[in-house]
């Protein structure tokens, strides 16, 4: 029987990162290798699915055959649409026939296994053997949802960039998923490919003084490169806070005394959204040129070789200083800490493993990223373990022992005393153990309820 792998991805980086992997020999051999695009933007109309993408065509030739889910799925918008369970059968013959797959063993490469459009293609193929690449920090928190047994243990492996080098990424392990490391050196390949196939980035970096490094991270002279996140769009800022915030990391980041900035916009981000940073840079007397265009951080600092990497909690940060070696800063990452809702909104390891790891640059600091060791394990399980005490209750144990340890100061920024005292964790307030008390608590607690309404 014909095997065929299918790829998924969603974002150009996830195509790199697949890319890297094919070429490090992380999958085995197949008959045919496809790669399904999904364009999950708000409006897919008004945005470029990964396909179109500069540089895209350096990868095409890894795949046997690229194909669409938006127009699979069409008229619904591939985040929002998911099989009913009765129509699992029709959709698997329906797409076996439109995309010509026949009677092939499928092997399924996804991303974001957690939530839709990919949990709808892993449902629709029951039969696939499964595969999960991680596309960011996400993959070192725990799994957001709790994933049905007939999918999740379908998942062989987990691939990742070696973002945090000795850290375990604790997405899937609930399944004995085994995380599996895509080679640096492979990924720096591919980034290459893409610089190569945007000749009109030369511009950029010749304005800017930048030039092609001979190596990564070698101490260049190039610009500090600010990243933009859309934290609007995910709902953790209004449009006028993320705006200021921008304004606010090219005012640090010339307090460093950088004078050529470049700020990259997310590329869902509207464009007007450079403004507020362009301003603050005029007002400043710093040149700043601010890149628009749906490229790749990690190509810019292939380009421009940048002096620094300024951020909140971008995964582009920790592309920059483990695999690239350039000096990175945070920025505003304790307010976000504060204000993050729910407390298992699935960004918080991002952003804590950036504000553990990143030099403030509020404090006017900058620098290499520190590096992972035994007290980011017990941070990274204490908080994995507070997202989902169900599903990782396998991770009290090391929370317990990393909170016993732990500062209090510490422990109320990371947790809080609220979910301290509720899951039973040190730092927590004691609860009554006397039934009568306790049932005598929750009254007092209903009647304050029921006085505030």
Same mark, same amino acid.
């Given at each position: 029987?014909?095997?065929?792998?299918?790829?998924?991805?969603?974002?150009?980086?996830?195509?790199?990162?697949?890319?890297?992997?094919?070429?490090?020999?992380?999958?085995?051999?197949?008959?045919?290798?496809?790669?399904?695009?999904?364009?999950?933007?708000?409006?897919?109309?008004?945005?470029?699915?990964?396909?179109?993408?500069?540089?895209?065509?350096?990868?095409?030739?890894?795949?046997?055959?690229?194909?669409?889910?938006?127009?699979?799925?069409?008229?619904?918008?591939?985040?929002?649409?998911?099989?009913?369970?009765?129509?699992?059968?029709?959709?698997?013959?329906?797409?076996?026939?439109?995309?010509?797959?026949?009677?092939?063993?499928?092997?399924?490469?996804?991303?974001?296994?957690?939530?839709?459009?990919?949990?709808?293609?892993?449902?629709?193929?029951?039969?696939?053997?499964?595969d999960v690449y991680a596309d960011g920090l996400m993959s070192y928190g725990p799994t957001r949802n709790r994933i049905?047994? +007939?999918?999740?243990?379908?998942?062989?492996?987990?691939?990742?960039?070696?973002?945090?080098?000795?850290?375990?990424?604790?997405? +899937?392990?609930?399944?004995?998923?085994?995380?599996?490391?895509?080679?640096? =050196?492979?990924?720096?390949?591919?980034?290459?490919?893409?610089s190569d196939a945007l000749p009109d980035l030369t511009a950029v970096a010749g304005a800017l003084g930048g030039r092609?490094?001979?190596?990564?991270?070698?101490?260049?002279?190039?610009?500090?490169?600010?990243?933009?996140?859309?934290?609007?769009?995910?709902?953790?800022?209004?449009?006028?806070?993320?705006?200021?915030?921008?304004?606010?990391?090219?005012?640090?980041?010339?307090?460093?005394?950088?004078?050529?900035?470049?700020?990259?916009?997310?590329?869902?981000?509207?464009?007007?959204?450079?403004?507020?940073?362009?301003?603050?840079?005029?007002?400043? =007397?710093?040149?700043?040129?601010?890149?628009?265009?749906?490229? $790749?951080?990690?190509?810019?600092?292939?380009?421009?070789?940048?002096?620094?990497?300024?951020?909140?909690?971008?995964?582009?940060?920790?592309?920059?200083?483990?695999?690239?070696?350039?000096?990175?800063?945070?920025?505003g990452t304790g307010a976000l800490l504060e204000r993050l809702t729910p407390y298992r909104n699935s960004n918080r390891?991002? $952003?804590?493993?950036?504000?553990?790891?990143?030099?403030?640059?509020?404090? =006017?600091?900058?620098?290499?990223?520190?590096?992972?060791?035994?007290?980011?394990?017990?941070?990274?399980?204490?908080?994995?373990?507070?997202?989902?005490?169900?599903?990782?209750?396998?991770?009290?144990?090391?929370?317990?022992?990393?909170?016993?340890?732990?500062?209090?100061?510490?422990?109320?920024? +990371?947790?809080?005393?609220?979910?301290?005292?509720?899951?039973?964790?040190?730092?927590?307030?004691?609860?009554?153990?006397?039934?009568?008390?306790?049932?005598?608590?929750?009254?007092?607690?209903?009647?304050?309820?029921?006085?505030?309404?």
């Amino acid at each position: 029987m014909a095997t065929t792998q299918i790829f998924f991805v969603s974002s150009l980086f996830g195509a790199a990162t697949v890319t890297a992997a094919i070429d490090s020999g992380c999958f085995p051999d197949a008959d045919r290798r496809l790669l399904l695009v999904s364009n999950n933007a708000a409006v897919p109309e008004t945005t470029p699915a990964p396909d179109a993408a500069p540089g895209f065509e350096r990868l095409r030739d890894r795949f046997d055959g690229v194909l669409s889910w938006n127009e699979a799925v069409s008229p619904f918008h591939p985040s929002a649409w998911s099989p009913r369970a009765d129509d699992v059968p029709l959709w698997e013959r329906h797409l076996r026939r439109l995309w010509r797959l026949g009677d092939d063993r499928i092997d399924l490469v996804l991303e974001s296994l957690q939530v839709a459009p990919a949990l709808s293609v892993a449902r629709l193929f029951p039969d696939a053997a499964l595969d999960v690449y991680a596309d960011g920090l996400m993959s070192y928190g725990p799994t957001r949802n709790r994933i049905d047994p +007939l999918v999740g243990e379908r998942v062989r492996g987990l691939f990742h960039l070696d973002l945090v080098p000795g850290l375990r990424p604790l997405l +899937l392990a609930e399944f004995g998923a085994e995380p599996r490391v895509v080679p640096a =050196g492979a990924f720096a390949k591919v980034v290459d490919e893409l610089s190569d196939a945007l000749p009109d980035l030369t511009a950029v970096a010749g304005a800017l003084g930048g030039r092609p490094p001979e190596e990564p991270g070698d101490g260049g002279d190039g610009p500090a490169v600010v990243l933009g996140q859309y934290l609007a769009a995910l709902g953790i800022l209004s449009r006028a806070e993320e705006e200021e915030l921008h304004a606010r990391m090219v005012r640090a980041v010339a307090g460093l005394g950088h004078r050529r900035i470049v700020f990259k916009a997310h590329p869902a981000a509207p464009a007007a959204w450079g403004h507020r940073a362009a301003a603050e840079a005029a007002a400043l =007397g710093v040149e700043l040129t601010v890149v628009d265009r749906p490229v $790749l951080a990690e190509v810019l600092y292939r380009r421009l070789r940048p002096s620094l990497v300024a951020g909140c909690f971008s995964t582009g940060l920790l592309t920059a200083a483990s695999l690239h070696g350039i000096d990175v800063a945070r920025f505003g990452t304790g307010a976000l800490l504060e204000r993050l809702t729910p407390y298992r909104n699935s960004n918080r390891v991002p $952003l804590m493993l950036v504000d553990a790891l990143v030099p403030d640059l509020e404090a =006017g600091a900058s620098g290499p990223a520190a590096a992972a060791d035994e007290r980011l394990t017990g941070l990274l399980d204490a908080v994995g373990f507070a997202m989902q005490p169900q599903l990782r209750h396998d991770l009290r144990p090391s929370a317990e022992h990393f909170l016993r340890g732990a500062p209090e100061a510490q422990r109320l920024r +990371l947790i809080g005393r609220r979910r301290l005292t509720a899951l039973g964790l040190p730092g927590g307030l004691p609860v009554p153990r006397h039934a009568v008390v306790r049932r005598a608590v929750r009254r007092a607690r209903g009647l304050k309820r029921a006085v505030l309404r």
